[in-house]
């Protein structure tokens, strides 16, 4: 079983930085890739990010690219996204997931670990 947990959620203005951090424990995957997706209320769970993490590819939806960076800290067993240029639609509950294997996948239903989720406000 693996454990999730998320931090570094808040309020920003428009136009700020935040930095999340999902921090893992427990038996992982030998082989594994990890992602942040994002949930606004009364929309569906969207891919954000994903890294994989012996290697350290990463992909990027397209709505972030640029503005945000996935990265990982092999040593602390931990993930971060930071987000730069924060606008209002990025406003949502931030998740971390796991999946095993290699495949950068955008699907959340390929993650088979999730956190608790944390959120992020942007205010105009």
């Known amino acids: 079983q693996v454990q999730l947990v998320e931090s570094g959620g808040g309020l920003v203005q428009a136009g700020g930085s935040l930095r999340l951090s999902c921090a893992a424990s427990g038996r992982t995957f030998s082989v594994y890739v990890m992602g942040w997706f994002r949930q606004a209320p009364g929309k569906e769970r969207e891919f954000v990010a994903a890294?994989?993490?012996?290697?350290?590819?990463?992909y990027y939806a397209d709505s972030v690219k640029g503005r945000f960076t996935i990265s990982r800290d092999n040593a602390k067993n931990t993930m971060y996204l930071q987000m730069n240029s924060l606008k209002p639609e990025d406003t949502a509950v931030y998740y971390c997931a796991q999946r095993g294997g290699t495949y950068l996948s955008t699907d959340s239903r390929d993650y088979a670990y999730w956190g608790q989720g944390t959120q992020v406000t942007v205010s105009s």
């Open positions: 890294i994989r993490w012996s290697g350290g590819s990463t």
